[in-house]
């Protein structure tokens, strides 16, 4: 309330008089991710401490991490570190339809969008894939880190968007050394409980929360012996993410 409230003010006093923006795709691409949201959102902060509003922006690290929680890291032998965080995807308000209790309209639910960083990478050497799917890793601005999205159809429901796509879970990530055409290491993370466990309640806080997500992400998946990376794929109007709804080259 206090950024609302400091933003009316802002602009009440200096009303924004310049050309708005045309981000086209980008809003569904790259800022639905949480490195660039914060990013976009440290420079509102900037803002605003320049007009005269003393605002911290780690005030605001506690609703990051509750709207983009953490999932796992990745740490290979040979330095190069891998962050899974969740992403936002919006959710398709589908048609009505006749109910027991008269008529609805759900909502597709099933898609889900993860973030995947990694610091370390040489550009020209390793290759991020996953579920044999090469990742369209992106340039941060900061030397050797990357980022990118994954977009996935998590469950299936009774009434969703895409009814003949499977299920992708889970989703295998591993690191792929070019030069060597091998597997430096990976990870899995599941949509649900690994061994079919099925929770009736919800968390009673949020260390129980973050025990569910810890149990969903597993230190394994990588390939032995020879790999060849996956192709590269045309980056389209989704530069950012890979969708694995899509066919590889589609």
Sequence with gaps: MSLMRALVARFWKEPYSRKPVRWG??????????HFARVDFDD????????????DPAW????????FPHYGDLVTENG???ELRAAIEPWHVLGE????????????SSVERMQVKVNGMVGDRHVLACNGRRVPLRPTGRKAEFVAGIRFKAWNPPSG???????HGPLVFEIVDLWNRASLGGCTYYVAHPGGRSESNFPVNSYEA???RIARFRLMG????IIDAPPEEPAGEHPYTLDLRYRAGC
């Design 44 to 55: 509102v902060i900037c803002d605003l401490r320049r007009a005269g509003y003393p605002f």
């Design 222 to 225: 990588h390939t032995p012996g």
């Design 80 to 82: 190069i570190n891998m």
């Design 60 to 67: 605001f690290d506690p609703f990051f991490e509750f709207r």
């Design 161 to 167: 968007l895409h009814p003949t796509i499977p299920a």
């Design 210 to 212: 973050e025990s569910r």
């Design 97 to 108: 339809e006749v109910t027991a209790l008269g008529t609805a309209r759900y909502v597709d």
């Design 25 to 34: 795709t980008e809003l569904h691409d790259r800022f639905l991710l949480p």
